[in-house]
């Protein structure tokens, strides 16, 4: 078992739309979460960051957490031909040195 | 951009011959990472640093080495480049201030091992 894991896609929305990103992880104790956008040939940015149960929004994005079901989410609401990229799940597997695991991430084709 | 580059960004060498990647950034950062990215595999750790000279493995680290004599300069070297090295190398730096863990990555170095 992969310990992040993501469906590949292609996740195909209409412009305007919420697109819905999903991501679990094996590691119970993992306590920092992560979301990055990648565009082809370009290096992976981070665009949110999650460290507790429940939501976190910042403008049109919004981060789930529910640890008890090793569960993450982003939400990207009035989605644009803009967003069109790759997203990578991130998780934490170990505190200190902040060691991150990777999922291969999702890529998300929005419409004009 | 997080004060991060990478030299050089594009590189073809020859199987068996070394390579060397430099990482360096400008905000005194105290952990680095080097990571590769191939598809269907994503971004994997290959070694990373907490300090000046103090380095550790990652998950695939067979085939590569790396130093750190300043802080600001992570260097990751292939000793014999071989074709399954073919890839995209990202740096990044672990944001320290406060309590954030945030990672940030550089711009990538495209290595192609003929």
């Known amino acids: 078992q992969k310990e992040v894991e993501q469906n590949s896609g292609p996740l195909s929305v209409p412009e305007g739309a919420i697109a819905s990103l999903n991501c679990t992880y094996s590691d119970r104790g993992s306590q920092s979460f992560f979301w990055y956008r990648q565009y082809s040939g370009k290096s992976p940015e981070l665009i949110m960051s999650?460290?507790?149960?429940g939501d976190k929004e910042d403008g049109r994005f919004t981060a789930q957490l529910n640890k008890a079901s090793q569960y993450v989410s982003l939400l990207i609401r009035d989605s644009q031909p803009s967003d069109s990229a790759t997203y990578l799940c991130?998780?934490?597997?170990?505190?200190?040195?902040?060691?991150?695991?990777f999922g291969t991430g999702t890529r998300l084709l929005v419409s004009p | 951009d997080a004060g991060i580059t990478q030299s050089p960004r594009h590189k073809v060498t020859e199987t068996g011959t070394p390579v060397t990647l430099r990482c360096h950034q400008t905000?005194?950062?105290?952990?680095m990472y080097w990571y590769r990215q191939d598809p269907g595999h994503g971004l994997r750790l290959i070694h990373y640093?907490?300090?000046?000279?103090?380095?550790d493995k990652g998950e695939v680290s067979d085939g590569y080495s790396v130093s750190r004599s300043k802080t600001e300069d992570f260097l990751l070297t292939l000793e014999s480049a071989t074709s399954s090295q073919t890839s995209v190398y990202f740096c990044a730096i672990r944001d320290s201030s406060g309590s954030s863990y945030e990672q940030y990555f550089g711009p990538g170095t495209r290595l192609t091992v003929t």
């Open positions: 640093s907490y300090g000046v000279k103090d380095t």
């Open positions: 991130a998780v934490n597997i170990q505190g200190g040195f902040q060691k991150l695991v």
């Open positions: 999650i460290y507790s149960n």
């Open positions: 905000e005194n950062h105290r952990y």
